[in-house]
């Protein structure tokens, strides 16, 4: 997965995108493969492309649930919908985290602090 990232970080995105997918046909079950399923997305590597980015998250949230980064996917998935000015489903995304990740401490923190921040 090293090339993809190299890419990314080039600012490559086509290629990095490409690299992405090709890591998530081969190694569905890897445990980076819900991250992957996020990055393989342009959208999420471009800058200004939330909308984008809330479909990337969500992806890798609903179809990769037990991924390490699930309950990161389902924090920028909040946090993204809370750009778009979409406060109730930003909260409600928010309320998962600590119900559906209770060993996930980073995030559920965050997912804390944004509740109190957008008043859900």
Do not use: W
């Not at 995105?13 to 890897?30: C, N, V, W």
């Not at 819900?34 to 990055?39: D, P, S, V």
């Not at 990769?64 to 909260?91: H, I, N, T, V, W």
Request: glycine content about 10%.
């Amino acid at each position: 997965m090293n090339a993809p990232m190299r890419a990314c970080y080039g600012r490559q995105f086509g290629q990095a995108e490409s690299g992405f997918r090709t890591f998530l046909d081969k190694h569905r079950d890897h445990s980076l493969a819900g991250q992957c399923a996020i990055l393989a997305r342009r959208d999420v590597l471009c800058p200004g492309r939330v909308q984008g980015r809330c479909q990337a998250f969500l992806v890798g949230y609903r179809d990769f649930p037990k991924s390490r980064k699930a309950a990161e996917s389902l924090l920028k998935l909040g946090l993204s919908l809370g750009r778009l000015g979409q406060k109730q489903q930003a909260c409600a995304a928010y309320t998962q985290i600590d119900s559906q990740f209770p060993k996930a401490t980073e995030a559920r923190k965050r997912a804390q602090s944004e509740i109190k921040r957008a008043g859900c």
